[in-house]
Nanobody
């Protein structure tokens, strides 16, 4: 069974940066698109970003475009989310998830079948 482990969350001041990591193991499919989602208290889980299996294409929510960058190191089976110019509204628990597909598509949440445990990101002064 595919396992995903996130790391890199923490407390950062507005305007600061963080890089989240998602390490994958236990592959059961030939292809996986890896997505990042986030959920703030009292809000629904929302899509943030995604990278295709090849790393050649990506998806970003409008709220993070130009500030976040998703990438992958296939040799290490790890996906990264570089977050710059962080805002208080970015505060949430961030989850990585895997879709057994080559591509992210529009990141339909029900197509992501494996989830990590989440890592907390808090943006506050």
């Amino acid at each position: 069974q595919l396992q995903l482990v996130e790391s890199g969350g923490g407390l950062v001041q507005p305007g600061g940066s963080l890089t989240l990591s998602c390490a994958a193991s236990g592959f059961t499919s030939d292809y996986y698109a890896i997505g990042w989602f986030r959920q703030a208290p009292g809000k629904e889980r929302e899509r943030v970003s995604c990278v295709s299996d090849s790393g050649g294409s990506s998806y970003y929510a409008e709220s993070v475009k130009g500030r976040f960058t998703v990438s992958k190191d296939s040799a290490k089976n790890t996906v990264f989310l570089q977050m710059n110019s962080l805002k208080p509204e970015d505060t949430a628990t961030y989850y990585c998830a895997a879709r057994p597909s080559q591509y992210c598509g529009s990141m339909p949440i029900d197509r992501f079948t494996s989830w990590g445990q989440g890592t907390q990101v808090t943006v506050s002064s």
